[in-house]
């Protein structure tokens, strides 16, 4: 679905709001938080991304959407509804990482494999200012992960292990192609 507003822009890497620790949200139903929200909900859907932070939109602030869903760029993605999380933080819940393919709308052309944690309890705030928890495995706690990186200045190519481990996205498109054929 295409919403008809104003395209916003990503930052990319390099950009120093992509560098910063997120602040946390003081004020849940401000206007400012809800526009921020509006913004972020709006790029997501319009990118076709799984998950956005919005130091991505260069705003440095603790506030993630997650929302998986198939598409070119993820098309073995579960489906989900977005789900907005104000001042998240994460409890691993099983140990074991598994490497995956991330790429990222702050970093265009890229992909690569990160290892992430397979279980996470992600604890968070609704828009209301209610305590939410979430229970995410495999696919969507990766998503989760990746975006909660961008609160704390990292990107996802500052976890991978191997510089082989990095290909173009036209590369990764071939591949999926191939998977799917």
């Not at 998950?51 to 579960?78: E, M, T």
């Not at 200012?129 to 992960?145: S, Y």
Request: glycine share 4%.
């Amino acid at each position: 679905m295409k919403i008809n507003q104003k395209e916003v822009k990503f930052a990319q890497l390099g950009d120093e709001v992509l560098k910063r620790q997120a602040l946390m949200v003081a004020d849940f139903q401000s206007i400012q938080t809800s526009e921020i929200i509006k913004t972020m909900m709006t790029a997501l859907l319009n990118s076709k991304g799984v998950g956005l932070a919005a130091p991505q939109i260069f705003h440095s602030l603790a506030i993630v959407i997650i929302a998986s869903r198939p598409s070119k760029r993820y098309p073995l993605a579960p489906e989900m509804e977005p789900i907005v999380m104000i001042n998240p933080s994460f409890k691993v819940l099983l140990t074991d990482k598994i490497k995956d393919w991330e790429g990222c709308l702050s970093v265009s052309g890229v992909r690569a494999l990160v290892p992430r944690y397979k279980k996470i309890k992600i604890n968070y705030f609704d828009q209301q200012g209610h305590k939410q928890k979430l229970i995410a495995e495999d696919f969507i706690a990766r998503i989760f992960q990746h975006e909660y990186d961008h609160l704390n200045g990292l990107v996802y190519l500052d976890r991978v292990e191997d510089d082989e481990d990095i290909i173009s996205e036209a590369a990764f498109q071939e591949m999926m192609q191939q998977l799917c054929d």
